[in-house]
């Protein structure tokens, strides 16, 4: 199973917006642990491929690494991060993203 990592802020940004749904989208985003390959590919700096779920209106971004995420099978993806850094709406989406890849162009994955 993979490991999946929730940002104290985002954390904090998704009890603040849902209050009684905060389960379910910790649930949701956990269900990466059993499935890392879920999640639409949104962009990639370097070797890093970020990733968005959805949950209603809005979009939660991921980012992995993107070589073992593509070639290696389900099973083999023991030991891969998976770490949420955002979230948005969809009016945010293209601004969000960008975000996050400058942070990743200055500071790496660790800028997180």
Do not use: W
Not at 55 to 77: A, H, M, P, S
Request: aromatic content about 10%.
């Amino acid at each position: 199973m993979a490991e999946v990592i929730i940002t104290p802020a985002l954390e904090e940004e998704i009890n603040k917006a849902f209050r009684h749904e905060s389960v379910e989208v910790f649930f949701l985003l956990s269900t990466l642990k059993a499935n890392p390959k879920k999640g639409k590919e949104v962009g990639c700096v370097g070797e890093i491929v970020i990733k968005e779920i959805k949950y209603k209106k809005y979009r939660f971004y991921f980012i992995t690494d993107g070589y073992r995420i593509k070639f290696l099978k389900v099973e083999e993806l023991q030991e891969i991060i998976i770490k949420f850094v955002r979230m948005s709406q969809k009016k945010d989406q293209k601004k969000t993203i960008e975000e996050i890849k400058n942070i990743l162009r200055k500071l790496g994955a660790e800028g997180f």
